[in-house]
Protein backbone atom coordinates (compact mmCIF):
# COMPACT_ATOMS: atom_id res chain seq x y z
CA UNK A 1 0.00 0.00 0.00
CA UNK A 2 1.22 3.44 -0.85
CA UNK A 3 2.45 6.55 1.42
CA UNK A 4 1.20 9.40 -0.10
CA UNK A 5 0.49 11.41 2.98
CA UNK A 6 3.35 13.66 3.28
CA UNK A 7 3.85 13.83 -0.61
CA UNK A 8 1.92 16.68 -2.71
CA UNK A 9 -0.88 14.99 -4.57
CA UNK A 10 0.18 15.47 -8.59
CA UNK A 11 -1.46 14.33 -11.55
CA UNK A 12 1.46 12.29 -12.17
CA UNK A 13 1.72 11.39 -8.73
CA UNK A 14 -1.93 9.68 -9.16
CA UNK A 15 -0.32 8.12 -12.82
CA UNK A 16 2.11 6.28 -11.12
CA UNK A 17 0.06 4.98 -8.24
CA UNK A 18 -2.67 3.86 -10.82
CA UNK A 19 0.22 1.75 -12.72
CA UNK A 20 1.91 0.59 -9.63
CA UNK A 21 -1.94 -0.82 -8.21
CA UNK A 22 -2.73 -2.31 -11.55
CA UNK A 23 0.46 -4.22 -12.09
CA UNK A 24 0.71 -5.22 -8.35
CA UNK A 25 -2.85 -6.53 -7.83
CA UNK A 26 -2.77 -7.37 -11.11
CA UNK A 27 -6.13 -6.20 -11.84
CA UNK A 28 -7.69 -2.66 -12.27
CA UNK A 29 -9.47 -1.03 -9.13
CA UNK A 30 -12.71 -1.88 -8.65
CA UNK A 31 -13.98 2.21 -7.99
CA UNK A 32 -11.84 5.31 -7.06
CA UNK A 33 -13.04 5.35 -3.07
CA UNK A 34 -11.15 1.54 -3.43
CA UNK A 35 -8.51 2.92 -5.22
CA UNK A 36 -8.22 6.25 -2.64
CA UNK A 37 -8.12 4.44 0.07
CA UNK A 38 -5.59 1.67 -0.67
CA UNK A 39 -3.17 5.12 -1.71
CA UNK A 40 -3.71 6.63 1.44
CA UNK A 41 -5.05 10.30 -0.79
CA UNK A 42 -8.61 12.01 -0.52
CA UNK A 43 -11.34 11.32 -3.07
CA UNK A 44 -11.49 14.99 -3.56
CA UNK A 45 -7.80 15.19 -4.86
CA UNK A 46 -8.51 12.45 -7.24
CA UNK A 47 -11.35 14.23 -8.70
CA UNK A 48 -9.32 17.19 -9.18
CA UNK A 49 -8.12 15.60 -12.32
CA UNK A 50 -9.82 12.85 -13.35
CA UNK A 51 -13.39 12.44 -13.60
CA UNK A 52 -13.18 8.55 -13.46
CA UNK A 53 -10.32 5.59 -13.41
CA UNK A 54 -11.66 5.36 -17.40
CA UNK A 55 -10.59 9.08 -17.62
CA UNK A 56 -7.18 7.89 -15.96
CA UNK A 57 -6.39 4.89 -17.93
CA UNK A 58 -7.57 7.25 -21.40
CA UNK A 59 -4.85 10.17 -19.79
CA UNK A 60 -2.09 7.28 -19.55
CA UNK A 61 -2.44 6.62 -23.28
CA UNK A 62 -2.52 9.81 -24.30
CA UNK A 63 0.28 10.80 -22.43
CA UNK A 64 2.05 8.20 -24.09
CA UNK A 65 2.03 9.94 -27.04
CA UNK A 66 2.57 13.44 -26.09
CA UNK A 67 5.73 12.45 -24.01
CA UNK A 68 7.02 10.91 -27.18
CA UNK A 69 5.83 13.45 -29.37
CA UNK A 70 7.86 16.15 -26.92
CA UNK A 71 11.27 14.04 -27.41
CA UNK A 72 11.31 14.29 -30.92
CA UNK A 73 10.58 17.90 -31.20
CA UNK A 74 13.54 18.02 -29.12
CA UNK A 75 15.91 16.67 -31.50
CA UNK A 76 17.54 19.50 -33.49
CA UNK A 77 17.58 17.21 -36.37
CA UNK A 78 13.75 16.66 -36.74
CA UNK A 79 12.80 20.03 -38.46
CA UNK A 80 14.84 19.09 -41.29
CA UNK A 81 13.51 15.31 -41.65
CA UNK A 82 11.33 13.80 -44.57
CA UNK A 83 8.16 13.60 -43.82
CA UNK A 84 8.54 10.08 -43.57
CA UNK A 85 11.45 10.54 -41.54
CA UNK A 86 9.33 12.31 -38.90
CA UNK A 87 7.09 9.59 -39.07
CA UNK A 88 9.71 6.90 -38.44
CA UNK A 89 11.10 8.77 -35.51
CA UNK A 90 7.85 9.09 -34.04
CA UNK A 91 6.95 5.22 -33.53
CA UNK A 92 10.40 4.38 -32.89
CA UNK A 93 10.17 7.29 -29.80
CA UNK A 94 6.67 6.24 -28.63
CA UNK A 95 7.50 2.14 -28.92
CA UNK A 96 10.20 2.98 -26.39
CA UNK A 97 8.52 4.38 -24.45
CA UNK A 98 5.79 1.57 -24.17
CA UNK A 99 8.78 -0.58 -23.56
CA UNK A 100 9.63 1.61 -20.55
CA UNK A 101 5.70 0.69 -19.25
CA UNK A 102 5.89 -2.75 -20.81
CA UNK A 103 4.09 -4.73 -17.89
CA UNK A 104 1.76 -2.10 -17.63
CA UNK A 105 0.44 -1.98 -21.11
CA UNK A 106 0.83 -5.43 -22.12
CA UNK A 107 -1.90 -6.30 -18.86
CA UNK A 108 -4.49 -3.26 -20.25
CA UNK A 109 -3.61 -4.82 -23.65
CA UNK A 110 -4.80 -8.31 -22.63
CA UNK A 111 -7.80 -7.29 -20.22
CA UNK A 112 -9.01 -5.63 -23.98
CA UNK A 113 -7.78 -8.02 -26.01
CA UNK A 114 -11.41 -8.98 -27.71
CA UNK A 115 -11.70 -5.42 -28.70
CA UNK A 116 -7.94 -3.46 -29.33
CA UNK A 117 -9.06 -1.44 -32.16
CA UNK A 118 -12.22 -0.15 -30.73
CA UNK A 119 -10.36 0.22 -27.56
CA UNK A 120 -12.40 2.99 -25.63
CA UNK A 121 -9.09 4.08 -23.98
CA UNK A 122 -7.55 4.72 -27.25
CA UNK A 123 -9.96 7.59 -28.19
CA UNK A 124 -7.69 10.45 -27.54
CA UNK A 125 -4.33 8.74 -28.39
CA UNK A 126 -6.02 8.13 -31.94
CA UNK A 127 -6.99 11.77 -32.18
CA UNK A 128 -3.61 12.60 -31.42
CA UNK A 129 -2.00 10.44 -34.09
CA UNK A 130 -4.53 10.97 -36.96
CA UNK A 131 -3.66 15.24 -36.35
CA UNK A 132 -0.19 14.38 -36.83
CA UNK A 133 -0.30 12.22 -39.65
CA UNK A 134 -2.96 14.67 -40.99
CA UNK A 135 -0.09 17.27 -40.56
CA UNK A 136 2.68 15.69 -41.86
CA UNK A 137 0.92 14.65 -45.62
CA UNK A 138 -0.49 18.35 -45.33
CA UNK A 139 3.26 19.26 -45.34
CA UNK A 140 3.70 16.57 -48.27
CA UNK A 141 0.75 18.35 -50.07
CA UNK A 142 2.15 21.84 -50.11
CA UNK A 143 5.07 20.71 -52.13
CA UNK A 144 2.96 19.79 -55.27
CA UNK A 145 1.29 22.25 -57.19
CA UNK A 146 -1.34 19.88 -59.01
CA UNK A 147 -4.68 18.86 -56.99
CA UNK A 148 -4.58 15.10 -58.58
CA UNK A 149 -1.21 14.97 -57.45
CA UNK A 150 -1.91 15.90 -53.98
CA UNK A 151 -3.33 13.00 -51.07
CA UNK A 152 -6.00 12.66 -49.47
CA UNK A 153 -5.03 13.56 -45.52
CA UNK A 154 -8.15 11.89 -43.87
CA UNK A 155 -7.63 8.99 -45.86
CA UNK A 156 -4.03 8.66 -45.22
CA UNK A 157 -4.24 9.52 -41.23
CA UNK A 158 -6.69 6.25 -40.94
CA UNK A 159 -4.33 4.37 -42.86
CA UNK A 160 -1.55 5.09 -40.97
CA UNK A 161 -3.75 4.39 -37.61
CA UNK A 162 -4.80 1.34 -38.81
CA UNK A 163 -0.80 0.64 -39.28
CA UNK A 164 -0.39 1.98 -35.54
CA UNK A 165 -2.82 -0.85 -34.11
CA UNK A 166 -1.08 -3.53 -36.24
CA UNK A 167 2.43 -2.22 -34.74
CA UNK A 168 0.83 -2.29 -31.32
CA UNK A 169 -0.27 -5.77 -31.81
CA UNK A 170 3.09 -6.90 -33.11
CA UNK A 171 4.78 -5.33 -30.33
CA UNK A 172 3.01 -6.54 -28.06
CA UNK A 173 3.64 -10.55 -29.38
CA UNK A 174 6.87 -9.67 -30.16
CA UNK A 175 9.72 -12.01 -28.35
CA UNK A 176 12.51 -11.13 -30.25
CA UNK A 177 16.27 -9.68 -28.10
CA UNK A 178 15.58 -6.29 -27.68
CA UNK A 179 12.81 -6.25 -29.46
CA UNK A 180 14.23 -6.19 -32.70
CA UNK A 181 11.40 -8.05 -34.48
CA UNK A 182 9.17 -4.61 -33.63
CA UNK A 183 11.67 -2.43 -35.49
CA UNK A 184 11.58 -4.23 -38.36
CA UNK A 185 7.79 -4.07 -38.84
CA UNK A 186 7.89 -0.30 -37.96
CA UNK A 187 10.71 0.35 -40.15
CA UNK A 188 8.34 -1.88 -43.33
CA UNK A 189 4.77 -0.14 -42.16
CA UNK A 190 6.17 3.52 -42.25
CA UNK A 191 7.60 2.58 -45.55
CA UNK A 192 4.50 1.11 -46.89
CA UNK A 193 1.99 3.96 -45.63
CA UNK A 194 4.07 6.86 -47.72
CA UNK A 195 4.67 4.28 -50.87
CA UNK A 196 1.02 3.69 -51.05
CA UNK A 197 -0.39 7.38 -51.40
CA UNK A 198 2.72 7.52 -54.01
CA UNK A 199 1.17 4.70 -56.15
CA UNK A 200 4.41 3.20 -56.02
CA UNK A 201 3.26 0.40 -53.21
CA UNK A 202 2.06 -2.92 -54.68
CA UNK A 203 5.60 -4.66 -53.81
CA UNK A 204 6.14 -2.54 -50.40
CA UNK A 205 3.00 -4.20 -49.89
CA UNK A 206 4.14 -7.78 -50.62
CA UNK A 207 6.99 -7.61 -49.21
CA UNK A 208 5.57 -6.43 -46.02
CA UNK A 209 2.83 -9.39 -46.31
CA UNK A 210 5.90 -11.56 -46.37
CA UNK A 211 7.11 -10.18 -43.33
CA UNK A 212 4.23 -10.73 -41.46
CA UNK A 213 3.24 -14.55 -42.52
CA UNK A 214 7.34 -15.16 -41.72
CA UNK A 215 6.46 -14.26 -38.16
CA UNK A 216 2.73 -15.81 -37.89
CA UNK A 217 1.19 -12.20 -37.34
CA UNK A 218 -1.16 -13.25 -39.36
Known amino acids: MANTSKSKITKDKIIGLFMESVLEQEKIPGSVYKFCKENKIKEDEFYGFFGSL ?5 TIWNKFFDNSFE ?9 GM ?7 TFFYTFFENLTLNRSYVLFMMKEHKHSMEG ?18 IEERNEEKNLKILKFNAPLFSEGAWLQFLFILKFWAE ?12 IEKSVTT ?6 NTSLEKIVDLGKFLYKEKFV
Do not use: C
Not at 174 to 185: F, Q, R, V, Y
Not at 193 to 198: L, S
Open 82 to 88: MNEEKML
Open 119 to 136: LSQLKGLRKRFKDFASTL
Open 193 to 198: IFQIFE
Open 174 to 185: DGSPGLEKTDIA
Open 54 to 58: DTLQK
Open 71 to 79: LIQKNKEYP
